[in-house]
């Protein structure tokens, strides 16, 4: 068991090694080549999100597995990564892998040990999650595949069919099912002439099911039919029974229609007395107040006089309240011309405000006009003088019959004195790739070249 447990730690230990070594050695390698292509600033992260994505797929493919739920999608994006990162190693070296097949190939070895490594922590885990959960089906032997490929396909055929995962199991079901059918024929000197039912195994094998569960078919058929009948009998008891209980439930709704019939009439006739008595109270109530009538008659006149001093009275009250109104209305017209006035002098102000700042933007403007043809002057002399420079520059170098490259570190040089004062480090490296359109390891040897021909005297 320790021994076991040291191998482990060994091959674990090993592994994160080489998965180390070969990133590190693909990451370089990707680097330079991503410099070489042009990818400037970008170089450094470029190895890492080809790398780091195969690590990211292959994390997440295992993950969504381990929670049921896998995407098929990922391996192939962790393939692509893969034979990508390959590629681009193989092709990192100085020559193509067609010109230097070695050097290519020991380019790939690295980027290979680093993805073998991964593909084997992702065999160990899923390994080991099939194992610990039951799930991961045994491998039929080697042997059984030469010795008998036809019968063995068909068992790992049913093993991947109906979710068998032991290996012991299918090879006992299938000797079940042979010893079956040597004994059927025993039985009855040919399976055609066995009953319907004894053939059943035979039957259901194709289906995955066993001997046994295929002989108590017919059994689970029986009970599964008198099950449905029972079920047919409860059914038609339960319809009887509520058809009682509805028989039940109209006879009572016909009872309490005929009480509900009984208490109207009697609510009817104890209304009609009721309505006589009132009738003859309104006759007594009719004649009584005859009687009031002629002791009003009396005082109607008085009454009237009241009225028509009440009247004149609102008549005075609604004059003094038109009255109120007009004033009221007067003098909100007076407030709104107030406000009418200040708000035409505010817009006054406002105006000559605009204009003041309109003339100074203005001012401003032509000033920056002024400053902007002074830049251009002042520019379009620059190029002058720069363009003299360097006519004669190539005027002398054509003299001097300088090489290609001597020219490029001596444009250079020309560019760091008139751009840095001399100073070479603070030239872009970007600046000399879109001057020359060469990669970054050569933009920087020309600025090594220029800083050299400056240290040694050269101004042009």
């Known amino acids: 068991m320790l021994a076991w447990r040291a191998l482990a730690v060994v091959a674990v230990l090993g592994a994160v090694a080489v998965a180390g070594i070969g990133f590190a050695g693909s990451y370089s390698a990707l680097r330079a080549l991503a410099e070489d292509k042009g990818f400037g600033g970008f170089a450094p992260a470029f190895p890492i999100g080809v790398d780091a994505g195969i690590i990211v797929a292959l994390a997440l493919d295992l993950y969504l597995a381990r929670r049921g739920l896998s995407w098929p999608f990922l391996r192939p994006v962790a393939h692509g990564l893969t034979l990508a990162t390959v590629y681009f190693n193989a092709n990192a070296g100085e020559h193509s892998p067609a010109e230097d097949p070695v050097a290519a190939a020991m380019h790939a070895v690295m980027p290979v040990l680093f993805v073998v490594a991964v593909e084997a922590a992702r065999y160990l885990v899923i390994r080991t999650s099939g194992l610990a959960h039951g799930t991961r089906p045994d491998r039929v032997p080697l042997h059984r595949w030469i010795l008998a490929p036809v019968p063995t396909f068909g068992l790992w055929r049913r093993m991947r069919l109906w979710g068998i995962t032991s290996y ?23 399976i055609r002439k066995a009953p319907s039912d004894a053939r059943l195994p035979l039957t259901m094998a194709k289906y995955g099911l066993t001997v046994d569960e295929a002989l108590g078919l017919p059994q689970e058929a029986a009970e599964r039919e008198q099950r449905r ?54 006759v007594t109530a009719v004649e009584r107040s005859a009687a009031l009538e002629t002791e009003a008659l009396d005082s109607a006149a008085a009454a009237e006089a009241r009225a028509r001093e009440a009247a004149a009275e609102r ?61 251009r002057k002042a520019a379009a002399e620059t190029a002058a003088a720069a363009a003299e420079t360097e006519l004669r520059a190539a005027e002398a170098e054509d003299a001097a019959r300088l090489s290609p490259r001597e020219r490029a570190a001596r444009k250079v040089a020309r560019m760091v004195l008139a751009q840095h004062a001399g100073d070479a480090e603070r030239m872009p490296l970007e600046a000399i790739v879109e001057a020359f359109g060469v990669a970054t390891g050569t933009a920087s040897q020309y600025r090594q070249e220029a800083a050299r021909l400056i240290q040694d005297g050269y101004r042009g």
């Open 168 to 190: 012991a199991e299918a090879v006992e079901r299938d000797q079940e099912l042979r010893v079956y059918r040597v004994m059927l024929e025993r039985k009855h000197k040919s």
């Open 229 to 282: 009948r029972e079920d047919e009998e409860a059914r038609k008891v339960a319809e009887e029974i509520r058809a009682a209980e509805r028989a039940a439930e109209l006879q009572a709704a016909r009872l309490r229609s005929s009480g509900l019939v009984e208490a109207a009439r009697h609510e009817v006739d104890a209304s009609t007395a009721a309505a006589q008595a009132r009738a003859q109270a309104t």
């Open 315 to 375: 008549a005075a009250a609604e004059e003094r309240k038109a009255a109120a109104e007009t004033a009221a209305a007067a003098a909100e017209t007076e407030r709104a011309a107030r406000e009418t006035e200040r708000a035409a002098r505010e817009a006054e102000r406002a105006a000559a405000e605009a204009a003041a700042r309109t003339a100074e933007a203005k001012a401003r403007e032509a000033a920056a006009e002024r400053a902007a043809a002074e830049d």
